[in-house]
């Protein structure tokens, strides 16, 4: 643990620059935010226009629903942000194990 | 650094939510339960996909009798707004706004308990049409995911509040603002779920 004594030696323009980096990435937040509304938006789309078959309508809200998630957890969740290797791990091991559950009940318990 | 010490602006970290080593311990504790959460959920909806319409007679509602896309909707954006919110309080938190944290924490909380109150009211509106927890298979798989969903923006919502409640006369210091964040986290997290049970459930129960 790094403990000096950071109080009396920092400088303005220190704060000022992290005042506006913050600033910056809000901004980016906000973006993301507008973009998960847009893909919210298609997916509610295209299940309501009733034209397209359930073969594309089901592949395509899937894949918009990850697009969102990777916002939310890269952005939101400040998961592009340096000192997240332990949390991808665990996230990521969560998940594959989370996708071979799937797999496994929807072939195995109805073929 | 002390988690007590009391700080200014000036003095404030830039990553106050690991600034300590508790603060770092609670950073991976939290994260490797947010793992298993995946695992957990991931479970849940594999029974769901695997047990939805197994009904036992046709006097039973199927998934495209029930669900309707304008209450799913607005449920999903206030859930997704909480979640723009809880960013803010964060933005605020890292710059050492206290008032104002607590203000978007507050309006994170008002729109959690829109969503739950959505939530109640489409279960009974479900029960009503004879879907229940004990009419059918697809019924047990759905009450589970959804409600254990609904669990987690409950238990979510106190925290947030015993949160605020706790630290309303102390302002920030390195020994909460960890806090704050994994809290954040946490409805963020909540927020991940429901992206995939609006997709799988909702909508995809809408498409057949």
Known sequence: MTNQPLSSNRSRVDLEYRRKTNAEEMRYQIVSFTLMIFLTLLAFAAVAIKGFTSWFTIPFIVLLAAVQVVFQLYYFMHMSHKGHEAPSMFLFTGLFMGLIIVLAFMTIIWW | ?208
């Open chain 2, 1 to 208: 650094m002390q988690a007590e010490e009391k700080l200014t602006y000036e003095t404030w970290p830039a990553a106050p939510e690991r600034a300590t080593l508790e603060a770092k311990n609670k950073f991976l504790g939290f994260w490797l339960f947010l793992g298993g959460e995946t695992v957990l959920f991931s479970s849940l909806f594999a029974t769901y996909l695997a047990l939805k319409d197994k009904v036992p007679d046709t006097s039973q509602p199927l998934a495209k009798d029930l669900f309707e896309l304008p209450l799913t909707l607005v449920a999903t954006m206030l859930l997704l707004t909480s979640s723009l919110t809880s960013v803010y309080a964060m933005y605020h938190m890292k710059n050492f706004a206290f008032k104002k944290m607590m203000l978007w924490l507050g309006v994170t909380v008002l729109l959690g308990l829109g969503f739950l109150g959505l939530e109640v009211y489409e279960f009974n509106m479900y029960v009503h049409e004879g879907h229940k927890f004990t009419s059918s298979a697809f019924g047990s798989a759905f009450y589970s995911l959804v409600g254990f969903h609904g669990a987690h923006v409950t238990f979510g919502l106190g925290w947030i509040l015993a949160l605020m409640i706790r630290n309303y006369k102390r302002g920030l210091n390195l020994y909460n603002a960890p806090k704050f964040y994994v809290a954040s986290l946490y409805w963020h997290f909540i927020d991940v779920v429901w992206v995939f049970i609006f997709t799988v459930v909702y909508l995809m129960g809408m498409v057949g």
